[in-house]
């Protein structure tokens, strides 16, 4: 299913290869690959979580063209659809989203780029993430309510404001959609009998059989190969080979009839014998057509009556494994093979694509990804079902395996050492007095005391020696116990069990690129999911030790992985028994890690309880992001009580000093990249009501997630953002009360509870920081906010209006006054030719020197314009290019009269009409754009601050002197008055800039009114060069005047 082995697709397979690993930006030729890595977190734009898109291969499937054209419609008036099917497989389901982009973009526009989501990487929002993508067609697959967090509307208002068109598919059932949505209108069913109409099954039976033509007779092959190629060959279409008859009576086309989708003529293909010299016969083929379609099908009586020991070992690497790309996998269950499972099975061979073809059959699934790399998996509907008997049969196997898991993950990012911990373990006097209390024959205790002292750092090692030292019945007796009073994962998960992977092509079929690591750690935390359904403890411990590591993407596949377990969908055979569970180690890591290892107490050796006691900090970021991935699963504010309740542990009350909690900064990362961004996507309002929110206000990288959530909840939830704005403002009113209480009377002021929470404030005069970080959200979220009409939204005047109150009551506050600085560059980059006349306004109150760091938010704008220009120039004198075709096209080849763009008329009708404060801003902006984009290692900021702080009173001197002389060319002495001490400064340091931007102002502007300010200011700059001349001139002028007066 799909076109593989193409130039194009190997071209993009090696592209894919040499992907930037680090996640940075990239695009891959002409296929538009894109990995994100911004501020905004989660996407999950967050730096440990990407987006990647690719544009996928078009499917060479046969589908109804009526139905697909009629989905185009549709599309094309609503700009987004929704696919879901009760009938079709989602490999059908995704071919067919593929299939309409295709037509979509032929219809709309050729140039339009198809974008198909790439699944393991983690997707929590979908409407924020499409606001800052490029237009196109976007693909996204198998997503559910959470994916687009549960609000269909929120996101087809994204789709219709960037007019992007969006196809979706689903396999969550209607119903359950339609809790969340009343836009029915958006889903379309997809139907066998819509998606393949009458012709369309045979059409794609006749392209399989020309795929597989030595499944065909050598009787019928040659015939039936020149026919296909020689209606391919003059372009007709393939509807005369329908009824080309595969046996005496039967044509494709009646083959094909019956048959429910592509995927029962992919097994139908598969279940005939590649035997050249076997006659098909009607009843032969009859036959095979009932197998394909019995329902009948017994998987237990498959697993354990057809399949052999070899192909059901296979089934358990495959369900281990299940999504990893074809050649990924099979170098995987390598791995398992040849390092985990051969102990047991010593006589298993590495597999082969052949031993998967009967499991294709019944069990597997391979995927059609739209790149040139399939997927192998498991059939969703019945991968618990497959697992379990594999668990019942090779317990032994799965155990072993996990290790082989570990291993797989410490292989993609071993490079980055110190990652896992060194455990020796030693049997002390306390291991061999629980061996005592056994019962066991005296004549073995000898053995045991032998053991006393001994150091282990493999758990096979210490096995073997135990079982050596009491014999093989009592071993087989007591082994339970043994497991208890040895736990194995005091010794299983070492340093020390490392294997690397030392062959080239080996790693690079696992970890070639970004995407395949991302994958290897998506997979793990699956296979750790399943097998917790069949051994809470074992996966615990695997789980554990992830969490427990410094390097985050290891805690974050164990976050990822024990969050899975609220999610519920409609074919799991998962109760709510694992949801609780989750609670049930959550806090069991909070409140004594140790007893994962040592249930009993007193029995943990003390390497391993001071490694616990070193990584607790890992620990606790685990649980936090854990909390926030989990809480993705309940429904809008509805979070899980104990799940909020688990995260105040973390949280001091606002503001309790009884309350100590260690400073720990992993702690405070993880709140802020992970579970502050995910609780307010979801949760916003619950979190508000109940407070959750304010306190965590207090954590720097909270804060920083908060202040941006609440700007995008502004666009969402007007009337909520407002609530919470003025909660935020009433707290702060009320820590500044309290400040002013503690100074005056040097002593804890009582409680203060806030009228609409039962928030407890202070109790002593550390709230400072605690109200300075929540004034920090506020002005961070004004300087996020886009402005739009509509009920509950701010203005650009109000919201620069509640700057500027800040900035007069926490003026002398050097951080909060550079974040108002920040927030107002932020505006002005975003917007600034809607709000001149609110940003004349905010610029006004500032100091010059504060200026300075807002005015590079300007020159974008410059910049942006002057491309724009140059680019249209370019275009119109093409011809050039064939006159001089090594002429340097840029904006001095072509720009001699040169031209003013918008932003630059603005500055220069600051400078030229308006009041001081906009002379030097227009001036400053001006001259800070020229360097930007002539001086690239000049910091514009920190060098105008520098040089504007050295305030000269000979430059104002100067002015005063020089500015009569400015009367002959401006017409106005005042400009230059008010002017020319800053720019005197500036020219201190950046002359030979300075007189070469006045030069292109005075010599390629046609505007007359520049070129006289051009010209005073080049006079200007000379004569105060020339100081000492000046005052000379002067004295001679007044000579001059005293001589011609009248001799009294």
């Known amino acids: 299913m799909g076109t593989m082995g193409t130039d194009k697709d190997k071209k993009l397979h090696e592209e894919l290869n040499a992907i930037n690993v680090n996640g940075s930006q990239n695009t891959i030729g002409d296929h538009n690959f894109i990995i994100q890595s911004s501020d905004v977190h989660l996407h999950l734009k967050d730096p440990n979580h990407k987006i990647f898109f690719y544009t996928p291969s078009q499917p060479d499937i046969h589908f109804n063209d009526q139905f697909i054209n009629k989905i185009v419609s549709n599309i094309i008036s609503s700009r987004i659809i929704v696919l879901w099917s009760k009938e079709c497989t989602r490999n059908e389901r995704n071919q067919v989203a593929r299939k309409i982009a295709y037509e979509l973009q032929k219809k709309v526009n050729t140039d339009l780029k198809i974008r198909e989501w790439l699944k393991n990487t983690h997707i929590f929002d979908v409407p924020v993430f499409l606001m800052d993508e490029p237009i196109g067609i976007y693909v996204i697959t198998d997503i559910s309510p959470y994916t687009v967090q549960y609000d269909l509307e929120s996101l087809l208002n994204v789709v219709e404001q960037k007019t992007h068109f969006l196809i979706l598919t689903t396999n969550t059932v209607l119903d359950i959609w339609k809790r969340f949505t009343s836009k029915e209108n958006l889903f379309q069913k997809i139907t066998i009998k819509n998606l393949y109409g009458e012709n369309f099954l045979a059409k794609n039976l006749v392209e399989l059989f020309s795929k597989s033509s030595l499944k065909l007779p050598r009787e019928i092959r040659t015939e039936y190969m020149d026919s296909y190629r020689f209606q391919k060959e003059i372009g007709l279409e393939i509807d005369e080979l329908i009824l080309f008859h595969i046996t005496k009576s039967l044509t494709i086309k009646d083959i094909a009839t019956g048959f429910r989708g592509y995927d029962d003529l992919e097994k139908f293909i598969r279940l005939l014998p590649e035997d050249e010299t076997h006659v098909f016969s009607d009843e032969f083929i009859k036959i095979i057509i009932k197998e394909v379609l019995s329902k009948d099908f017994d998987f237990l009586k498959w697993y354990h009556n057809t399949l052999t020991k070899r192909q059901q070992h296979l089934l358990l690497g495959v369900a281990l494994l299940s999504g990893l790309y074809e050649n990924q996998m099979f170098a995987a269950l390598e791995e398992l093979v040849e390092n985990d499972w051969r102990t047991r099975a010593p006589v298993l061979d590495s597999f082969d694509y052949e031993d998967l073809e009967i499991l294709r059959n019944f069990a597997v699934d391979i995927i059609e990804t739209g790149t040139i790399e399939r997927k192998i998996e498991i059939k969703p509907a019945i991968k618990q079902i497959i697992f379990r008997e594999c668990w019942y049969n090779h317990q032994r196997l799965v155990i072993n395996s996990i290790q082989g898991l570990i291993n797989l993950v410490k292989n993609s990012t071993y490079s980055q050492p110190p990652l896992f911990e060194t455990v020796t373990f030693k049997v002390t006097d306390e291991y061999i007095d629980k061996l005592y209390q056994l019962s066991l024959p005296e004549y073995v205790l000898v053995n045991i005391e032998k053991l006393k002292g001994k150091l282990y750092t493999d758990w096979k090692e210490l096995i073997s020696d135990i079982y050596d030292a009491i014999g093989s019945q009592s071993f087989k007796l007591y082994k339970d116990k043994i497991d208890v009073i040895f736990d194995k994962s005091k010794v299983l998960f070492r340093d020390t069990d490392f294997r690397e992977i030392s062959k080239s092509s080996k790693k690079s079929q696992l970890y070639g690129n970004f995407v395949k690591v991302n994958l290897i750690y998506d997979v793990v935390g699956s296979a750790l999911r399943l097998i917790a359904y069949e051994s809470l403890s074992l996966a615990e411990e695997a789980l554990f030790f992830y969490a427990r590591q410094p390097n985050l993407k290891m805690r974050d596949l164990a976050a990822l992985s024990l969050s899975q377990w609220k999610k519920h969908e409609e074919e799991s055979t998962v109760d709510k028994r694992y949801e609780q569970e989750l609670i049930r180690i959550l806090k069991r890591w909070y409140k004594n890690p140790k007893s994962i290892y040592d249930p009993f107490g007193g029995l943990l050796s003390k390497e391993m309880s001071n490694i616990i006691d070193k990584n607790k900090e890992y620990i606790y970021s685990t649980i936090v992001i854990t909390i926030g991935y989990a809480a993705v699963y309940d429904t809008p504010d509805n979070c899980s009580e104990e799940l909020l309740e688990l995260l105040k542990e973390f949280v001091p009350p606002l503001w309790d000093e009884e309350f100590v909690l ?125 402005f739009t009409q509509g009920e509950g939204r701010l203005t650009a005047q109000e919201t620069f209006d509640r700057l500027s109150d800040i900035y007069r009551y926490e003026g002398k506050n050097p951080k909060l006054v550079k974040a108002i600085l920040d927030a107002v560059k932020s505006q002005i980059t975003r917007d600034f030719h809607n709000i001149i006349s609110e940003v004349k306004t905010i610029l006004r109150i500032f100091e010059l020197v504060e200026v300075v760091e807002i005015i590079p938010g300007i020159f974008p704008h410059i910049q942006k314009e002057r491309k724009k220009y140059v680019e249209l120039l370019i275009k119109e004198k093409k011809s050039i290019l064939e006159e001089e075709p090594d002429a340097e096209l840029d904006e001095e080849y072509f720009d001699t009269d040169r031209h003013i763009s918008k932003t630059e008329s603005i500055m220069f009708n600051w400078i030229l009409k308006e009041r001081s404060p906009y002379k030097k801003i227009g001036f400053l902006t001006l001259l800070g754009a020229y360097l930007n984009k002539t001086s690239e290692k000049i910091d514009v900021v920190e060098e105008f601050i520098e040089t504007i702080r050295k305030k000269s009173w000979w430059g104002l001197f100067t002015a005063l002197l020089i500015s009569p002389i400015n009367l002959l060319f401006l017409g106005s002495p005042a400009i230059m008055f008010q002017l020319l001490p800053t720019v005197i400064l500036l020219n201190s340091r950046f002359g030979q800039e300075i007189s070469e931007m006045i030069n292109v102002w005075f010599t390629k502007i046609n505007d007359l009114s520049i070129r006289r300010f051009a010209l005073s200011l080049k006079i200007s700059l000379v004569l105060s060069d020339y100081f000492i001349l000046v005052i000379v001139l002067y004295f001679f002028i007044i000579y001059l005047i005293i001589g011609l007066l009248p001799y009294q």
């Open 662 to 786: 260690p400073e720990w900064e992993t702690v405070d990362e993880s709140l802020g990249s992970h579970t502050v961004p995910l609780m307010m996507k979801y949760h916003l309002e619950q979190l508000h009501h109940d407070g959750l929110l304010y306190r965590l206000m207090i954590y720097r990288d909270s804060a920083k997630a908060i202040s941006r959530e609440l700007s995008l909840a502004y666009l969402n939830k007007p009337n909520l953002f407002n609530e919470i704005i003025k909660q935020i403002y009433d707290i702060c009113k009320q820590l500044k009360t309290a400040e002013n209480t503690y100074k005056k009377k040097n002593k804890k002021p009582k409680n203060i509870v806030l009228s609409d929470t039962e928030i407890v404030l202070i109790k002593g005069f550390r709230h400072y920081d605690r109200r300075n970080s929540m004034i920090s959200i506020l002005i961070a979220v004004y300087g996020n906010l886009q």
